[in-house]
């Protein structure tokens, strides 16, 4: 597997990213994109779970695209993320800057998208708060497949509406966790039109440490599906 660091442009900033693939292959799976949790939680693209799923989807002939939104690791930042952050853990949210983590979603996608060839699909996973984001991007572009890891519905909301469409798409959680618990996961997905499906992993919680492997499979044999 070779992963390649590269920048591009959000708006006004210079963000960092990750391109992972097998050189060897001429004519891959598809493009992924993963979409990283909240970074005031921790999310970044060198989280244990995005980790294990770029390196199992490049060894699997898929190109994978990962990037830290802006304000974080080496990517730049237009904001005061020390205001942001006080602003996060007064209300438990941060409008202005989550709503430029959406904008960085949008331009890691175009790019993605420009990157090698431009006839190749696109597909979308989200983990977390990146499944916000990921919901959004299939509404405004042609995505054929999203997958989304621990939505995080006890804390923010999904637009149902957004998710009404004909995409494949697959949940991906734990019952014991503290940001998507099981009964309002099956729930919203009671909602969806198919084509959708839905996993749960028993012995995991909302961070799957110790359960990548196991979530990073199934996640591949989504997107081969």
């Given at each position: 597997m070779i992963e390649e660091s590269l920048y591009f442009s959000s708006e006004n900033v210079s963000l960092e990213a990750r391109l992972a693939y097998d050189d060897s292959v001429q004519d891959p799976v598809a493009k992924v994109l993963l979409c990283p949790p909240h970074p005031f939680l921790g999310g970044d693209m060198e989280n244990n779970v995005l980790t294990h799923i770029s390196r199992m989807l490049a060894d699997h002939h898929f190109i994978v695209f990962?990037?830290?939104?802006?304000?974080?690791?080496?990517?730049?930042?237009?904001?005061?993320?020390?205001?942001?952050?006080?602003?996060?853990?007064?209300?438990?949210?941060?409008?202005?800057?989550?709503?430029?983590?959406?904008?960085?979603c949008q331009a890691a996608y175009r790019t993605l998208t420009d990157l090698m060839n431009s006839e190749w699909p696109v597909y979308v996973i989200g983990y977390s708060f990146g499944c916000l984001p990921s919901i959004q991007l299939t509404v405004d572009h042609d995505i054929p497949k999203l997958g989304m890891i621990s939505p995080p519905i006890n804390k923010w909301e999904l637009k149902v509406d957004h998710l009404c469409n004909r995409r494949q798409k697959k949940?991906?959680?734990?019952?014991?966790?503290?940001?998507?618990?099981?009964?309002?996961?099956?729930?919203?997905?009671?909602?969806?039109?198919?084509?959708?499906?839905?996993?749960?992993?028993?012995?995991?919680?909302?961070?799957?440490?110790?359960?990548?492997?196991?979530l990073a499979s199934a996640v591949t044999e989504f997107l081969v599906a």
């Open positions: 990962k990037f830290n939104y802006r304000g974080i690791g080496e990517s730049e930042t237009d904001r005061d993320l020390q205001e942001d952050q006080k602003l996060f853990w007064t209300n438990s949210t941060c409008p202005v800057y989550e709503e430029k983590i959406h904008i960085d949940f991906f959680y734990a019952p014991d966790d503290f940001a998507c618990s099981e009964q309002d996961i099956h729930g919203l997905y009671q909602q969806l039109p198919e084509p959708k499906s839905i996993q749960s992993f028993p012995e995991a919680d909302h961070f799957f440490i110790g359960k990548e492997p196991e």
